[in-house]
Protein backbone atom coordinates (compact mmCIF):
# COMPACT_ATOMS: atom_id res chain seq x y z
CA UNK A 1 0.00 0.00 0.00
CA UNK A 2 0.80 3.98 -0.42
CA UNK A 3 0.09 6.68 1.59
CA UNK A 4 -0.58 9.62 -0.31
CA UNK A 5 -1.20 13.53 1.65
CA UNK A 6 -2.06 16.38 -0.58
CA UNK A 7 -0.91 19.74 0.34
CA UNK A 8 -0.41 23.43 -1.82
CA UNK A 9 -4.30 24.36 -2.66
CA UNK A 10 -5.52 27.56 -1.44
CA UNK A 11 -6.91 30.89 -3.15
CA UNK A 12 -5.60 32.15 -6.52
CA UNK A 13 -6.80 35.07 -8.77
CA UNK A 14 -7.70 33.88 -12.27
CA UNK A 15 -4.44 33.57 -14.02
CA UNK A 16 -2.74 32.45 -11.37
CA UNK A 17 -0.11 30.15 -10.33
CA UNK A 18 -0.16 27.13 -8.13
CA UNK A 19 1.76 24.29 -7.20
CA UNK A 20 0.67 21.33 -5.88
CA UNK A 21 2.65 18.43 -4.01
CA UNK A 22 1.27 15.05 -2.80
CA UNK A 23 3.83 13.06 -0.45
CA UNK A 24 3.60 9.83 -0.63
CA UNK A 25 4.73 6.91 2.29
CA UNK A 26 4.58 3.14 2.74
CA UNK A 27 5.91 1.12 -0.68
CA UNK A 28 8.31 2.82 -2.47
CA UNK A 29 7.13 4.94 -4.88
CA UNK A 30 8.86 4.69 -7.75
CA UNK A 31 6.51 1.09 -8.13
CA UNK A 32 3.56 3.24 -8.74
CA UNK A 33 2.29 5.35 -11.50
CA UNK A 34 0.61 8.46 -10.08
CA UNK A 35 -2.06 10.87 -11.28
CA UNK A 36 -4.07 14.07 -10.37
CA UNK A 37 -7.45 14.11 -10.49
CA UNK A 38 -10.25 16.79 -9.76
CA UNK A 39 -13.52 17.31 -7.99
CA UNK A 40 -15.70 20.53 -8.36
CA UNK A 41 -18.82 20.81 -6.26
CA UNK A 42 -21.64 18.56 -7.93
CA UNK A 43 -19.54 17.29 -10.64
CA UNK A 44 -18.26 13.62 -11.14
CA UNK A 45 -14.18 13.65 -10.48
CA UNK A 46 -12.59 13.92 -13.34
CA UNK A 47 -8.62 13.32 -14.75
CA UNK A 48 -5.94 15.70 -14.65
CA UNK A 49 -2.84 14.04 -15.31
CA UNK A 50 -0.52 11.30 -14.76
CA UNK A 51 2.81 9.99 -14.70
CA UNK A 52 4.56 7.16 -14.85
CA UNK A 53 6.96 5.62 -12.78
CA UNK A 54 9.90 7.31 -14.25
CA UNK A 55 8.34 10.14 -14.97
CA UNK A 56 9.45 10.01 -18.94
CA UNK A 57 5.55 9.45 -19.89
CA UNK A 58 2.69 11.90 -19.16
CA UNK A 59 -0.66 12.41 -20.01
CA UNK A 60 -2.87 15.15 -19.64
CA UNK A 61 -6.59 16.31 -19.90
CA UNK A 62 -7.17 18.53 -22.98
CA UNK A 63 -9.03 21.23 -20.64
CA UNK A 64 -5.37 21.53 -18.79
CA UNK A 65 -2.71 20.74 -21.64
CA UNK A 66 -0.16 23.76 -21.59
CA UNK A 67 -1.06 25.38 -18.59
CA UNK A 68 -0.13 22.39 -15.73
CA UNK A 69 2.43 20.59 -15.69
CA UNK A 70 3.19 17.42 -13.59
CA UNK A 71 6.36 16.30 -12.24
CA UNK A 72 7.46 13.77 -9.71
CA UNK A 73 10.33 13.50 -7.28
CA UNK A 74 11.09 9.28 -6.76
CA UNK A 75 13.86 10.02 -4.37
CA UNK A 76 12.16 12.41 -1.96
CA UNK A 77 8.68 10.76 -2.95
CA UNK A 78 6.70 13.53 -3.87
CA UNK A 79 4.62 13.96 -6.90
CA UNK A 80 4.10 17.67 -8.26
CA UNK A 81 1.23 19.82 -10.25
CA UNK A 82 2.72 23.05 -11.65
CA UNK A 83 -0.75 25.03 -12.21
CA UNK A 84 -0.70 27.88 -14.42
CA UNK A 85 -2.72 30.42 -15.93
CA UNK A 86 -5.43 29.07 -13.78
CA UNK A 87 -9.16 29.55 -14.99
CA UNK A 88 -12.66 29.74 -12.79
CA UNK A 89 -13.07 26.07 -14.38
CA UNK A 90 -10.38 24.98 -12.28
CA UNK A 91 -11.58 25.71 -8.80
CA UNK A 92 -12.19 22.45 -7.23
CA UNK A 93 -10.42 19.83 -4.56
CA UNK A 94 -7.80 18.23 -6.34
CA UNK A 95 -6.75 14.34 -5.29
CA UNK A 96 -3.50 13.16 -5.88
CA UNK A 97 -4.01 8.78 -7.05
CA UNK A 98 -1.70 5.90 -7.40
CA UNK A 99 -1.50 2.65 -9.04
CA UNK A 100 0.95 -0.67 -9.19
CA UNK A 101 -0.77 -1.18 -12.91
CA UNK A 102 2.04 0.98 -14.90
CA UNK A 103 -0.44 1.94 -17.26
CA UNK A 104 -1.11 5.45 -16.90
CA UNK A 105 -4.09 6.27 -19.80
CA UNK A 106 -7.02 5.19 -17.36
CA UNK A 107 -8.69 8.29 -16.87
CA UNK A 108 -11.23 6.82 -14.73
CA UNK A 109 -11.00 7.09 -11.45
CA UNK A 110 -12.55 3.59 -10.86
CA UNK A 111 -8.66 2.37 -11.64
CA UNK A 112 -7.38 4.08 -8.99
CA UNK A 113 -6.65 2.34 -5.76
CA UNK A 114 -5.18 4.65 -3.36
CA UNK A 115 -6.12 8.16 -3.19
CA UNK A 116 -5.35 10.98 -0.70
CA UNK A 117 -7.84 13.39 1.28
CA UNK A 118 -7.77 16.41 -1.59
CA UNK A 119 -6.48 19.55 -1.59
CA UNK A 120 -8.78 22.65 -2.22
CA UNK A 121 -8.22 25.37 -4.94
CA UNK A 122 -9.90 28.22 -5.25
CA UNK A 123 -10.10 30.27 -8.21
CA UNK A 124 -11.29 34.23 -7.32
CA UNK A 125 -12.15 36.09 -11.03
Known amino acids: QVQLVESGGGLVQAGGSLTLSCAAS????????VAWFRQAPGKEREFVSSINWSGADTTYANSVKGRFTISRHNGKEILYLQMKDLKPEDAAVYYC??????????????????WGQGTQVTISS
Open 97 to 114: AAREDPGIRDIDPNWWPY
Open 26 to 33: GRMFANFA
